[in-house]
């Protein structure tokens, strides 16, 4: 299949292996879960009432005080006391296979082509890391919020894009499915969009 590039740039021909997969809600879906999963930390705890510090002698008489019974001041129903049910650390990792993955990605990139979101440029560059620049360029694209992918880091354009609120800027080698799915429209360089192609095989 063949790409409109933008700015009167000739059409680019790519693979309908990668761009022209019918898109699979259900997987999509789950690669996008278990990415989120992968960025949570997991370190949360709290002390059950055996980790409470203090809470060994019996604060009073089992009978005769007239106050109910209290084994410990350390209780999960006392101020200061453990947690009954206490949150240990845990791993959220969700496992996903690599042939998922890249299904996935070749899915959600088919279809932002179908929705027209994909645009390609022949290249971007900025000739000072300059914010109003790469604003100036977007607003002739029509583009808003967008994902800019370029082949390689760029100090520029990453200099440039960091103060832009809806603007993303990664290398070809770091796409993964949430940017892909946070952004309104995807901007791509022809280079960007070969090095993807070739990774997706």
């Known amino acids: ?104 990605i070749r899915a959600m990139l088919s279809e932002l082509v179908r929705q027209d979101r994909l645009v390609v440029t022949p290249s971007l560059s900025l000739e000072a890391p300059k914010t109003r620049l790469l604003a100036a360029h977007l607003k002739s694209l029509a583009l808003d919020n967008v994902l800019i992918i370029v082949e390689a880091p760029d100090e520029k354009l990453t200099l440039a894009a960091r103060n832009l609120p809806h603007v993303e800027l990664l290398p070809a080698s770091a796409i993964n499915p949430v940017s892909l799915a946070r952004h309104d429209k995807v901007l791509a360089t022809v280079g960007a969009l070969k090095l993807i192609e070739e990774r997706l095989q």
């Open 1 to 104: 299949m063949k790409l409109k590039v933008a700015n009167g740039g000739a059409e680019l021909a790519v693979s309908d292996e990668t761009f022209g997969r019918e898109y699979n809600p259900a997987l999509v879906f789950q690669v996008v879960n278990a990415y989120l999963a992968a960025g949570r930390t997991g370190t949360k705890a709290q002390k059950t009432r055996a980790e409470v510090r203090g809470g060994g002698k019996k604060p009073w008489a089992q009978k005769g005080s007239g106050s109910a019974r209290a084994g410990s001041i350390r209780s999960p129903i006392w101020v200061g006391g453990g947690r009954a049910f206490a949150a240990q650390p845990r791993d959220f990792t969700q496992k996903v296979n690599r042939k998922m993955y890249r299904g996935a």
